[in-house]
């Protein structure tokens, strides 16, 4: 090899090395890794600690997310599904709901073994389906996240600025997508995403990627605020595979209602405004809320319900050069997940057969009739 030919090599190689470090000053949060943000203990936390999981056999645990337009209006509607409850006696079981702030926070009580079904955003997801024994059965919702910066009119503006995120969802992934592309080191500060608003607010930070409702409240509550990025996302329903294997009726049955709801929705806004305010009560139920992000639910959910679509896992999502691949690599270059993890082992927990199954047979899963609890309340 000639004199310039090693200098072509060494200007390449210096070159990677320039980008892995830029990646990693943007990508991770000062102070502990991205890894050890989500793998704390939370068995101690002040709300999660007053839970009482029943560890009854003839009860099946579910983990939601109130503070989430739109799945948290699907999981309010199932909540209130009177067939789903028929389904599920039938079979000697009842459902049980617990709120969380994040999907993090359900998996892990999932791998405890005190939940047997938890609805999360595709980061989450896939970093449950490497670490234990799952099954990916449905789509919950699709929408995009929005980075809202304060002062700001690109991302190139938030150059040394705080930016507000929640540590291994999707969001993380979309906010590191963002700052990778534009070449934008910034400080990257943990938050929930109820916790956002106030640290706005309060100058705490200068920008916050998060999904709505809260994005919205970000924009208009902080004068010149504006979406400087824009992320697309899809959200997913998945089984403890134990609990998959032992009740594939039971698994139908919970499909089932997912997709009922999803139709209810569809067919008039005000089964929207009745899920929306469902949600709500949820919201303020499970932690103190900006007023703010309550007002405006109805408003997003309305927006997110004509993006959503049917619950159906899409081929495209799974493709090799997909949004569930490019994440997957992502959460093994933030040590989220076992270095070793392969991607057509967490891909093939995927199964888009069993919502199919039951979307070919709306008369027997009863999917166009409808009997939601106390939905004359908002009528």
Request: with cysteine; glycine share 6%.
């Amino acid at each position: 090899m000639d004199r310039r030919h090693k200098m072509m090599v060494i200007r390449c190689v210096l070159g990677l090395v320039a980008v892995v470090a830029i990646y990693l000053i943007m990508a991770k949060p000062k102070g502990e890794s991205a890894g050890a943000q989500i793998q704390q203990d939370l068995s101690d936390h002040p709300i999660y600690s007053t839970y009482h999981f029943s560890p009854l056999e003839g009860v099946v645990r579910i983990g939601i997310q109130p503070f989430w337009v739109f799945a948290a209006n699907l999981a309010e509607a199932m909540r209130r599904d009177r067939l789903l409850t028929e389904d599920l006696t039938t079979l000697g079981l009842r459902l049980e709901f617990y709120s969380f702030l994040k999907g993090p926070d359900i998996n892990f009580f999932m791998e405890k073994g005190q939940l047997d079904v938890g609805m999360s955003g595709y980061l989450p997801t896939l970093r449950q389906a490497s670490r234990q024994d799952v099954v990916v059965a449905a789509t919950m919702d699709r929408n995009f996240y929005d980075l809202v910066a304060v002062k700001a009119l690109t991302i190139k503006d938030l150059e040394g600025k705080n930016i507000g995120f929640t540590p291994g969802s999707d969001a993380h992934h979309a906010l590191v997508e963002a700052l990778l592309l534009t070449g934008t080191k910034a400080n990257l500060v943990p938050l929930d995403g109820n916790e956002m608003p106030a640290a706005m607010r309060s100058g705490q930070i200068d920008a916050g990627i998060i999904w709505e409702p809260v994005a919205s409240v970000l924009r208009l509550d902080n004068p010149g605020a504006r979406v400087v990025y824009r992320s697309r996302w899809a959200s997913f329903l998945y089984f403890r595979g134990d609990f998959a294997k032992a009740q594939p009726q039971a698994i139908a049955a919970i499909l089932a209602a997912l997709a009922r709801a999803s139709r209810w929705l569809d067919e008039d806004s005000d089964n929207v405004v009745a899920s929306s305010r469902w949600a709500i009560d949820a919201c303020r139920a499970l932690a103190p809320t900006d007023p703010l992000v309550l007002a405006d639910f109805i408003t997003q959910s309305k927006k997110a319900n004509i993006l959503s679509g049917e619950p159906v896992l899409l081929e495209s999502d799974m493709d090799d050069r997909g949004l569930l691949a490019s994440a997957f690599q992502f959460l093994k270059d933030e040590d989220m997940i076992p270095a070793g993890t392969e991607w057509e082992k967490v891909r093939a927990t995927f199964d888009a057969r069993s919502m199919e199954s039951i979307l070919s047979e709306p008369q027997k899963w009863r999917l166009n009739r409808f009997d939601y609890e106390n939905k004359e309340e908002w009528q």
